[in-house]
């Protein structure tokens, strides 16, 4: 399944991008109320005002061997995201900006929703007609007929006609090339954002952590202390992974919770980190 080329999506403000209005997005080869939150972490963490790399000041133990274990384990890539995730619901043949536009809805969609539900909810969407203008002409009760049964589909809904509306009139209906535009529209969180600037935009903004992630960040002990929220998890494995693995670590993850370490009763007999894993230990 196709992605989006990372060398053909990047764009600068200065050279007229969707969100100062340009009318020439990179162009793609392959394939409620608004929130704003306080994103600080767009700067490299990384880097000390010298520019020199700044070694963590911590890190798990055998996190290297439980990474390769993990990658070893997730090999054929075969799990739900790998086939149905938010970087194959787009439309390969459509304008790079309504990639991108569907990359987004994708990703508002998936929340507290199966991978195999999304796909479904965007199969019929791009059947109805993707686009800002298509879904603005779109009354809610059709809307929520072709999303349905995507987890809170109402509110999801409301969600979805807010940004479509912001997306026409601020972004000539292109999406924002930001983090914190990102999450400033209705129904976008830390993670959609973060997965949006890599996929629609070929950015590494951050680590996109969701359920998975946080789960088995957790259980492997790769945060110093047990955190209670994706985004302290995020936050606590932005201070110490290496920067080049920022963007392997979502999908690898997410498909290893979708496949062995189950939210309940994960398969800890069948994981290559039985031995390496202090949650596995904790149930032997």
Not at 22 to 31: A, H, L
Not at 64 to 90: F, K, W
Not at 96 to 118: A, G, H, I, N, W
Request: glycine share 8%.
């Amino acid at each position: 399944m196709h992605t989006l080329r990372a060398g053909m999506l990047t764009r600068s403000r200065s050279q007229g991008g969707a969100a100062a209005g340009g009318k020439n997005p990179s162009p793609v080869k392959r394939p409620c109320k608004v929130r704003r939150l306080d994103v600080a972490y767009e700067e490299d963490p990384e880097r000390e005002k010298g520019g020199r790399v700044q070694a963590p000041s911590w890190e798990p133990q055998h996190w290297r061997e439980q990474l390769a274990n993990i990658r070893t384990m997730r090999s054929r890539r075969d799990a739900p995201v790998d086939q149905l995730g938010a970087g194959h619901c787009y439309d390969t043949s459509a304008p790079p900006e309504v990639q991108r536009y569907q990359v987004l809805l994708s990703l508002m969609l998936s929340s507290q929703t199966k991978d195999q539900v999304t796909a479904g909810a965007m199969q019929r969407l791009r059947a109805h007609g993707l686009t800002v203008d298509s879904i603005l002409q779109t009354d809610e009760d059709t809307l929520g007929q072709l999303i349905y049964p995507v987890g809170f589909w109402r509110s999801k809904v409301k969600y979805i006609k807010q940004t479509s509306t912001i997306l026409r009139q601020r972004y000539n209906g292109d999406i924002p090339s930001s983090v914190v535009e990102l999450v400033a529209l209705p129904g976008v969180g830390p993670k959609m954002a973060h997965l949006a600037m890599a996929i629609a935009w070929g950015t590494v903004s951050g680590i996109a952590v969701d359920t998975h992630v946080h789960r088995i960040a957790n259980r492997l002990r790769w945060t110093k202390e047990v955190t209670k929220s994706p985004e302290q998890t995020r936050t606590a494995l932005e201070s110490w992974l290496p920067r080049e693995l920022w963007n392997e670590v979502n999908g690898l993850l997410v498909g290893f919770g979708q496949q062995t370490c189950l939210p309940v009763h994960p398969r800890c007999q069948a994981c290559l980190n039985r031995t390496l894993c202090p949650a596995a230990q904790g149930r032997a």
